[in-house]
């Protein structure tokens, strides 16, 4: 069988072969309630605290804009991103330790499993590769009471990987929850961009959380139900982008040789300057080629906002009157897709 090519962009053999197929996942846990309306019953709360009043709202468990609550100029608007899902447990003993075991989605191979709770806010978790259609993806299992898989492990669908906890940060027995992302890997040279961008040590690597990139588990999960030939470039096609910054060419752009589909298979050498269209959260959904060079990163466009876009785009673009632009934050977060440039 030859090499698939898209548009020029040849998929190898040897990625292929590493287990490509389509979508066949499981919800990560017991709880199955996300498939009968999601809500309470699925998503563990958060303990919220805003203007004098406590509340305990489950949508702070889900995938968005749900956290952080700031009042503005144009009212209220949750200003913290939540990457993942946050599923509670469906069994507990008498002392209130949950007794959830939680198994992998798919089949796939364990890339990282972090045993010190105190090296992450996601406590102990666990990250395992999954290729779909020939592309790596990497689900991230976090807050765990213990892992029973290594690194280096292959993993079949459903096969427990450790139990759920409450360990991190900010978690107590009373929240115990499985914390599950699927991401996108934006660089495998992250690790010498956190040495020069960042104070504290990075030990986990790659599989650091500001190299992951989540998608919507829920809706993918839901929308998978429906269409089990689902795709994640399909699932992705109907994102609106929030925000559009060109960026010179630095000579290859990591992300897309592991998802030539965010180019639509275009070379990543190729072109002199990227027009790249993002999600409110960072998540890149297209990479467009331009034809003439740019002089440096630059803001195209901003989705029109009541607000300022720096709540609702973790403060990496500002605006100031009629000008909008990017802040130093959001220099820093391109550097992540274009490093070393």
Not at 150 to 171: D, F, H
Not at 258 to 269: E, K
Request: aromatic letters at 12%; proline letters at 8%.
């Amino acid at each position: 069988m030859a090499p698939q090519k898209t548009l020029g962009f040849t998929v190898s053999l040897a990625l292929l072969a590493t287990g490509a197929h389509a979508l066949d996942i499981v919800l990560p846990t017991p709880n199955q309630a996300l498939f009968a309306g999601g809500g309470p019953s699925f998503y563990m709360h958060v303990n919220r605290e805003f203007e004098g009043d406590s509340s305990k709202p489950w949508q702070g468990g889900q995938y968005g804009f749900w956290r952080n609550p700031t009042r503005t100029s144009a009212g209220i608007l949750y200003t913290r991103f939540h990457e993942g899902l946050d599923i509670k447990p469906l069994k507990r003993d008498a002392a209130g330790e949950p007794l959830d075991p939680v198994w992998s989605i798919a089949d796939g191979k364990v890339v990282h499993a972090n045993e010190t709770s105190g090296h992450s806010n996601y406590g102990k978790y666990v990250v395992i590769e999954h290729i779909w259609d020939g592309c790596p993806y990497y689900a991230l299992y976090g807050h765990l009471k213990s892992i029973c898989v290594r690194k280096g492990e292959a993993v079949g669908r459903s096969q427990i990987i450790g139990a759920l906890g409450y360990t991190g940060v900010g978690i107590d027995r009373s929240r115990a929850h499985l914390h599950f992302e699927i991401n996108l890997l934006a660089n495998r040279k992250f690790d010498s961009w956190h040495q020069k961008h960042m104070k504290e040590p990075n030990w986990h690597g790659i599989y650091n959380g500001l190299n992951l990139f989540g998608i919507d588990p829920a809706r993918l999960f839901l929308e998978n139900r429906k269409n089990p030939n689902l795709t994640i470039p399909q699932f992705l096609a109907g994102e609106e982008p929030f925000y559009k910054v060109r960026i010179p060419n630095p000579g290859t752009i990591d992300i897309l040789t592991r998802y030539p589909w965010l180019s639509g298979g275009i070379d990543p050498a190729s072109p002199p300057a990227w027009e790249i269209s993002f999600a409110k959260s960072g998540l890149p959904l297209r990479f467009k080629a331009l034809a003439g060079p740019v002089p440096g990163p630059q803001l195209a466009e901003v989705k029109a906002t009541a607000a300022s876009p720096y709540y609702q785009t973790l403060g990496r673009i500002t605006r100031s009157g009629s000008k909008t632009g990017l802040t130093e934050n959001g220099l820093r977060f391109l550097r992540v897709f274009t490093w070393p440039d």
